[in-house]
């Protein structure tokens, strides 16, 4: 086989040819990779809707609906509403942006919250996921909003990482207000003796 003439124009022939075979290699990685990685995320998700909510009967992730860039996931039992988890973020955190999945009981308490993903200070913001942080929410109302004590708020916020503790609330409170808006039961007495009921039935458990 000839040599190619070394110049310009099969320098840049050779530089096309690699650069399609490169790009049509990625392309089937990227299809042998696509499925299992959304399957992954999926059972990410589902896991963080079961961890933040009481036992429910229905699939909320067939149920969810996206509202104002949250994603929510009303949870019921036995044909019953008894709260709704929420995937929602902020863009206030030390790194830009993260997310949590938080659970709501039907009158808005916080049942539990999870962090999905985020990327701050490791030995400082990466604190919020520890239960020392987060457990401060469990079964806490919501009164206005939520802030670290710095601000004139209840929250602790985790030592030297101010900004990541007012970040989590950030993201919490946005939940709660779009969730109180868009699936708080109108009748307050329902939606306490549901709230109750529920509560009963997590402590018993």
Not at 58 to 74: A, H, Q, R, S, W
Request: hydrophobic residues 40%.
């Amino acid at each position: 086989m000839a040599k190619l003439e070394s110049n310009l124009k099969n320098m840049v022939l050779s530089l096309v040819f690699i650069s399609m075979g490169m790009s049509a290699a990625l392309g089937y990685v990227y299809l042998l990779t696509k499925e299992p990685i959304e399957k992954a995320n999926k059972e990410k998700e589902v896991s963080a809707v079961k961890m933040v909510l009481p036992a429910f009967d229905n699939d909320p992730v067939k149920e969810m609906k996206v509202i104002d860039g949250l994603t929510f996931y009303p949870a019921t039992k036995g044909g019953q509403f008894i709260g709704c988890a929420v995937n929602t973020f902020t863009d206030k955190a030390f790194s830009g942006t993260f997310t949590l999945m938080v659970g709501f009981l039907p009158d808005g308490t916080i049942n539990k919250s999870v962090v999905l993903d985020q990327k701050e200070t490791p030995g400082l913001g990466t604190k919020m996921k520890e239960p020392k942080f987060y457990s401060q929410f469990e079964n806490k109302k919501i009164e206005g909003e939520l802030k670290v004590k710095k601000d004139g708020g209840e929250v602790d916020a985790i030592s030297a990482a101010t900004i990541s503790s007012r970040a989590y609330c950030d993201a919490l409170n946005k939940a709660y207000k779009l969730f109180m808006k868009e699936f708080a039961a109108k009748d307050k007495t329902v939606v306490a003796d549901t709230a109750a009921a529920v509560q009963t039935n997590v402590t018993n458990n």
